[in-house]
């Protein structure tokens, strides 16, 4: 079956980084597009970055524009998220998924934790 697990998430201070990972497997990983998504609190999910499934391909969200960057190893079966210059804005449980299931209801894993708090 489709699995996907988050890691790398922590706590750190306002301006500092983080690296993200999520292992896939149960599927062919480098025939699929790939997002991360986050939830605040209070909030909605929003659409932070994606890939495009050879890694030629990437979109941000603008409030994470310059400061985020999206990779994949796809010889690893793994998709980063490398996260600089954060910001309390930034407070999130931090999700993967591939492109394709965001378009319609899927399962979604645990996500990992990113607290950006002085």
């Known amino acids: 079956q489709v699995q996907l697990a988050e890691s790398g998430g922590g706590m750190v201070q306002p301006g500092g980084s983080l690296r993200l990972s999520c292992a896939a497997s149960?599927?062919?990983?480098?025939?699929?597009?790939m997002r991360w998504y986050r939830q605040g609190p209070g909030k909605e999910r929003e659409l932070v970055a994606g890939?495009?499934?050879?890694?030629?391909?990437?979109t941000y969200a603008d409030s994470v524009k310059g400061r985020f960057t999206i990779s994949r190893d796809n010889a690893k079966n793994t998709l980063y998220l490398q996260m600089n210059s954060l910001k309390p804005e930034d407070t999130a449980l931090y999700y993967c998924?591939?492109?394709?299931?965001?378009?319609?209801?899927?399962?979604w894993g645990q996500g990992t934790q990113v607290t950006v708090s002085s």
């Open positions: 149960g599927f062919t990983f480098s025939v699929y597009g």
């Open positions: 890939i495009s499934a050879a890694g030629g391909m990437s």
């Open positions: 998924a591939r492109s394709a299931d965001t378009t319609h209801d899927h399962t």
